[in-house]
């Protein structure tokens, strides 16, 4: 079996390399930059490097891991080129427009909309890590516009990654992943800059930096131009996400600026309810 992975970076890379391990799987990778090409090539994450025509000629599966703003573009390109038997899967953060951008495509039913909720906060090839998926959740979006076999190959994908696939419509995966996971990457960024304005003796953040700072921060790492893309391409439900976290933080200022300690404390509590969803 022939699977091409486009984006060789944390998720295409991790993806290539826990596949590259699989029996009767040849991975071949694509990526604009020759860095990349090269670093994902001595790591092993790919048994060989190719121009996107190559990648894509008698592919099986096609599998795309490029920033979601990218992945518009590229898409209907791909799908021009492949052949009727090839299953295109994409692994962006966002959904609704990448399904809009390919909705009228004649080879839509070729394609899988899929989002593996794993990752870390670094990027490129060297972030590669086997067994990033396994035990992680999946979604696939959309599921009734593709083939029955187009999905029955990525859910074997997926399965064999280790991961647990639900399905939810497209708009619905954005608004609920910009709460959970969109608006926590904003939070962590500006409170990165929240800090370094405070701080500037970046030695003493160090220092005095505990667990629970690190924990919250941890995201503020993250890749600028994968993030930037995801809030551009999800803006609605961000900013909605956005609009309700000020609200909560101004009522949560008023409330210490009277020194309200009985309703600071309260909101607090209701807060923790949030253990009842994260057990």
């Known amino acids: ?21 699989q029996l009767n799987i040849k991975v071949f990778g694509v990526d604009l930059s020759e860095q990349h090409q090269q670093l994902a090539f001595e790591l092993g994450l790919v048994h060989e490097i190719a121009s996107l025509d190559d990648g894509l000629k008698d592919a099986d599966i096609v599998i795309v891991s490029i920033p979601v703003d990218k ?26 427009e990448i399904c809009l951008s390919i909705a009228s495509h004649h080879k839509r039913n070729r394609f899988v909309a899929a989002h593996p909720l794993a990752g870390t906060e670094y990027s490129g090839p060297s972030a590669a890590l086997k067994g990033l998926f396994q035990n992680k959740k999946n979604i696939i979006c959309d599921s009734d516009k593709s083939d029955k076999d ?10 064999s990654l280790g991961m647990i696939t639900t399905f939810m419509a497209s708009e619905e995966h954005d ?50 131009k994968t993030w930037a893309a995801i809030f551009s391409k999800n803006k609605k439900y961000v900013l909605e996400a956005l609009d309700s976290y000020i609200n909560h933080l101004e009522n949560f200022r008023t409330l210490i600026l009277n020194d309200d300690v009985e309703n600071t404390e309260k909101l607090m509590t209701f807060s923790n309810d949030i253990k009842r969803i994260l057990k």
């Open 71 to 96: 992945i518009e573009g590229l898409l209907p390109d791909i799908l021009d080129k492949i052949s009727s038997r090839t299953t295109v899967i994409d692994v962006g953060s966002t959904k609704h």
């Open 175 to 224: 608004k609920h992943l910009a709460y959970i996971s969109h608006l926590s990457h904003v939070s962590s960024f500006m409170l990165g800059l929240t800090v370094l304005d405070i701080e500037k003796d970046e030695s003493q953040i160090f220092d005095l930096a505990g667990t629970g700072f690190e924990s919250t921060v941890r995201l503020a790492k993250s890749n600028p």
């Open 150 to 159: 187009a999905l029955e190959s990525a859910l074997k994908l997926f399965e």
């Open 1 to 21: 079996m022939k699977i091409t992975v486009i984006g060789l970076g944390l998720i295409g890379g991790s993806i290539a390399r826990d596949l590259k391990s």
